[in-house]
């Protein structure tokens, strides 16, 4: 027999694991600046999507291709004046940034946040009398009176957040370093030296993701699979992305656009297209923390913008790079979480996805149209741009992520019809079921009965005793400048 229950019965929110619309993420980023311009390109974004995250960090460091042993002098040293250099083009549209959205960090905060880390490449730059302004700084704020977690966010090289462990361990107890390494989330960017084998084989507990493949997807996987055509009507190509990157970001975008680069090496190295695919692999690591009300990103398994990972750590996961992959065996063994895969299918071309890269493209599309917004919003008045609706489940209007427990045969119903919008566009009303998503995931795809509509009720399924149900919603605006989106989810326990 079915039973109906009032959703209020079930209702009640994470508060303190999920962010909500007071409680920002806090984000420390280890990069490779002067590398290559996708970093800056990365950095940039960050930048435009800085309201809605506590930037903690932006530490210049080394990796496999910026470091001593380097033949070109300019890249073979870290580059924390490329920070500085973008900060300053943020200051002169700070202002008008503040008239769209809240939460701008002032420009001297985040220069004070600007460090470099190891001068040297890998391990060998890790040790006694090894410590740098970087790893200090780390230290300095994983122990702030701050519950939150810190996500360390890894585009180079691990070695200086290798030494801000190696450091705080020689002068803690080990019940001070497991408090420590406990508050740490860190995403790691194909692994870029050994350090981080090296740290997951000291420090084991630690929340590890090493992404190979989803790492690299706000632009590519690589410059002839681009993924899904989420650039148009640029052409589907790598020089398309930054056509439509010149459109959007760079030309008459304000001063901080004007700085942001076409993706290059050096005009000597054949071995990359010009340009090659937008923003590297640095983008993703960071995007899930910004569309607060998608996922709680301390939970690997959820999906969200920046991917989504296996539920169990995976052993000795190489580096995705041929040259630090022998560097990495002494360190054997390690574990981390790593890339899961999903199944997707384009809406739009009938495309079937169903690989390591998959778990980004159902929301690439809103990345892009997010940063599109963004950037009219550094010279634009608030009425010539457009802005986030507020998506709604059953009256709550919060970021908070929505749990719910049921039985089998319970019928659900959830209702969005009080979403809004700031600008006054009508909406339109995406539900969905991720069937691969959550540590217990129910693994089916759901068909949900009007999932276009602002209402909509679910009956659980009798087969899911014992899984999770997680429920998207997707609240899309119509506007004719570029459409944007606001998230709920919600997750069913199914007792």
């Known amino acids: 027999m079915k039973r109906f229950y009032p959703l209020f019965v079930f209702f009640f929110f ?54 001593p042993s380097n033949p070109t002098a300019y890249r073979s040293v870290t580059h924390p004046e490329l920070f500085q250099k ?45 410590s740098t302004e970087g790893s200090n700084w780390i230290i300095n704020r994983v122990t702030q009176d701050d519950s939150r977690p810190i996500h360390v966010v890894i585009n180079a090289g691990s070695n200086t957040l290798a030494q801000a462990l190696y450091d705080y361990r020689k002068t803690h107890t080990t019940k001070e370093v497991d408090a420590f390494v406990e508050k740490l989330r860190v995403y790691e960017n194909a692994a870029q030296d050994e350090a981080g084998a090296w740290i997951n084989n000291q420090f084991p507990k630690i929340h590890w993701i090493r992404s190979i493949h989803q790492t690299k997807n706000f632009g590519g996987p690589d410059n002839k699979n681009l993924g899904p055509h989420n650039w148009k009507p640029f052409p589907y190509t790598s020089k398309g992305q930054d056509d439509w990157a010149h459109e959007h970001v760079r030309s008459a975008h304000g001063a901080l656009g004007e700085l942001y680069p076409m993706r290059q090496h050096t005009e000597t190295d054949q071995a990359f297209d010009n340009p090659p695919f937008i923003e590297g692999g640095g983008t993703i690591p960071w995007m899930s923390l910004v569309p607060h009300g998608l996922t709680d990103p301390s939970e690997q398994t959820w999906g969200g913008w920046s991917g989504r990972f ?9 580096s995705r790079i041929g040259r630090v992959k022998p560097h990495e ?91 809004t919008d700031p600008d006054r566009d009508s909406l339109d009303y995406k539900w969905w079921i991720y069937p691969e998503a959550g540590m217990k995931p129910y693994g089916t795809e759901l068909s949900i009965e009007n999932a276009d509509q602002a209402k909509i009720s679910i009956t659980v399924p009798n087969d899911a005793k014992g899984k999770e149900l997680h429920l998207i919603l997707e609240v899309w605006d119509e506007s004719e400048i570029v459409p944007l989106v606001d998230y709920r989810r919600v997750v069913i326990s199914v007792e």
């Open 329 to 419: 065996e002494v360190y054997k063994p390690w574990e981390v979480y790593t890339d899961a895969i999903d199944h997707w299918v384009d809406p739009e071309t009938g495309i079937e996805y169903h690989d390591e890269n998959t778990a980004i493209w159902p929301w690439r599309q809103a990345m892009w149209n997010d940063l599109h917004a963004r950037m009219d919003w550094c010279i634009k008045t608030y009425k010539e741009a457009n802005h986030h609706p507020v998506a709604v489940i059953n009256g709550d209007s919060s970021d908070q992520i929505v749990r719910v427990s049921a039985k089998v045969e319970d019928k659900l119903d959830f209702d969005a019809l009080a979403s």
């Open 86 to 130: 973008l900060i300053d083009g943020y200051e002169k549209v700070y202002p008008n940034l503040n008239l769209h959205a809240k939460g701008w960090p002032p420009p001297f905060g985040l220069r004070i946040k600007v460090s470099s880390g190891q001068p040297e490449y890998g391990m060998s730059g890790v040790g006694d009398g090894k």
């Open 14 to 67: 994470i508060i303190n694991h999920s962010q909500s619309q007071s409680v920002k993420p806090r984000l420390i980023v280890l990069a490779d600046m002067g590398n290559e311009t996708d970093e800056v390109q990365q950095m940039h974004h960050l930048l435009m999507c800085s309201n809605a995250i506590d930037i903690e960090g932006l530490i210049a460091v080394t990796g496999i291709f910026l470091q």
């Open 310 to 318: 296996g539920a169990k750590k995976v052993k000795n996961v190489p």
